[in-house]
Structure formats: structure tokens, C-alpha cells
């Protein structure tokens, strides 16, 4: 069984950067997709950023030139957050699915971390 724990979260200022880990215990993301969701206040938890086992990574268009995932061989995957904004406030969640089906729906999505609050200030 897979588990997974997020850090790197933080409070940064507008324009900023924040790069957070997630490190999985069990099998290696190379097995699986993995992904990024996030969760503001009040609103439903959603799809950021995914990378496939094949190493294949999708955004989503409101981070598209800003954030990175990628994935080293010690079981961690990260996401490089740059140029911030308040919009981006939210606690951010990793997730594997172990079925593989390259999907940015949450509900693929069978094992989670606890999350990491992120907070951008203007």
C-alpha cells in the first residue's frame, strides 16, 4: 500500500516561488500516475497538475507556464510553483491512482496525503 506525505508549503507573497514534495512510501511513482490537487475554502478539491508512469505531465491552463512536476528516483514528486498568486491559495493535495488511466478526475484518485496549505498574499 501506498502512502504518501506532502510538505513545502508556506506563506509567500505575490510573485513568489514555493516547491513542494511529496514522498511516497511503497511502491515508486514509476508504477503509477500521480497527481496534484488543490482546495480553497469553500470550493471543491481540484485537478493542477498530473504525470503519468510513462513520465508524460499535464497542467492544468490556469498554471500552465508556471508550475513543474516532476519525480526523482527516491520515490518523491515535486511541484515547482512559480510566479504565485492569490488565486493559488489553497492546501495542496498528491494522489496516486493505481489503476494508470492518465485521468485529471479526483474521483481516479485512490490514495491521498494529508495535504499542504499554501498561501500567497498580495
Known amino acids: 500500500q501506498v502512502q504518501l506525505v506532502e510538505s513545502g508549503g508556506g506563506l509567500v507573497q505575490a510573485g513568489g516561488s514555493l516547491r513542494l514534495s511529496c514522498v511516497a512510501s511503497?511502491?515508486?511513482?514509476?508504477?503509477?500516475?500521480m497527481a496534484w490537487f488543490r482546495q480553497a475554502p469553500g470550493k471543491e478539491r481540484t485537478f493542477v497538475s498530473g504525470?503519468?508512469?510513462?513520465?508524460?505531465t499535464t497542467y492544468v491552463d490556469s498554471v500552465k507556464g508556471r508550475f513543474t512536476i516532476s519525480g526523482d528516483a527516491r520515490n518523491t514528486v515535486y511541484l515547482q510553483m512559480n510566479s504565485l498568486k492569490p488565486e493559488d491559495t489553497a492546501v495542496y493535495y498528491c494522489a496516486v491512482d493505481t489503476d494508470n488511466r492518465a485521468s485529471p478526475l479526483r474521483s481516479h484518485y485512490n490514495v491521498w496525503g494529508q495535504g499542504t496549505q499554501v498561501t500567497v498574499s498580495s
Open positions: 504525470m503519468t508512469s510513462g513520465g508524460g
Open positions: 511503497g511502491r515508486t511513482f514509476r508504477w503509477y500516475d
